[in-house]
């Protein structure tokens, strides 16, 4: 059972564009969210949060907008640059055991920025 | 500061054989996990660990796979024996504290089991 899913696997934007990667849930116990973005060979790298409590979190030229009615979030890149190019994962957090917050992580979108 | 190490980069054995993988996390971090991901798939939680006790292994199958972090920092995740079926990237990563949602992961160790 896929509680977190992202129903693009790819994506393709023209530099200086928006980026705009989605994200859909089922599990309304998640109280957390989080984007990691993985270029190829290394490991995930953390880029942007935020919390149930909150309906957007913006960082630079990254937003995340939440949608908890549609069980829905999504990652707004602006603009759009060649060093974007690599797979978007988004994960969900649930307090699972104790303080013990477990991720569930989507199966990612590849994003391509052309130059 | 370093970031997680992990080791080796790539294995390759045949079903049946047994592999450990390393994992060192950056220092001060007290919570140590171990996901694996399968080609196509999202990391998967297979351990948790805070400090050297297992925290979650709810998703870790204990037939086979082991994994310990003895004095709270270095971890060690085992298979034994493999099944085609593991062959995937084992992702280590950790954090400041539990709770704490910001994984710093490692680059992984790719599994190819024949």
């Known amino acids: 059972d896929q509680q977190v899913k992202q129903n693009s696997p790819s994506l393709s934007v023209q530099e200086g564009r928006i980026s705009i990667l989605n994200c859909d849930y089922t599990n309304s116990m998640f109280d957390y969210f989080l984007w990691y973005k993985k270029y190829p060979a290394e490991g995930p790298t953390f880029l942007i949060s935020?919390?149930?409590?909150?309906d957007k979190n913006e960082d630079g030229r990254f937003t995340v907008f939440l949608n908890k009615s549609a069980k829905h979030l999504s990652l707004h890149i602006v603009p759009s640059q060649p060093g974007d190019s690599a797979v978007y994962f988004c994960?969900?957090?649930?307090?699972?055991?104790?303080?013990?917050?477990?991720?569930?992580f989507g199966s990612g979108t590849q994003l391509t920025v052309l130059p | 500061e370093a970031g997680v190490a992990q080791s080796p980069r790539y294995k390759i054995i045949e079903k049946r054989q047994s592999v450990a993988f390393w994992c060192n996390p950056i220092s001060g971090h007290a919570t140590l996990y171990w996901y694996q991901q399968i080609l196509g798939q999202g990391p998967k939680l297979l351990i948790q660990?805070?400090?050297?006790?297992?925290?979650?292994d709810s998703q870790l199958p204990k037939d086979r796979f082991s994994a310990e972090r003895l004095k709270g920092v270095d971890s060690t995740l085992k298979i034994q024996p493999a099944k085609l079926e593991d062959s995937a990237v084992y992702l280590c990563a950790s954090s400041r504290r539990q709770g704490n949602e910001k994984l710093f992961f490692g680059s992984g160790t790719q599994l190819s089991v024949l």
């Open positions: 994960a969900a957090g649930l307090i699972s055991s104790g303080s013990a917050r477990q991720l569930t």
């Open positions: 935020i919390s149930s409590i909150k």
């Open positions: 660990f805070q400090n050297n006790g297992v925290v979650d």
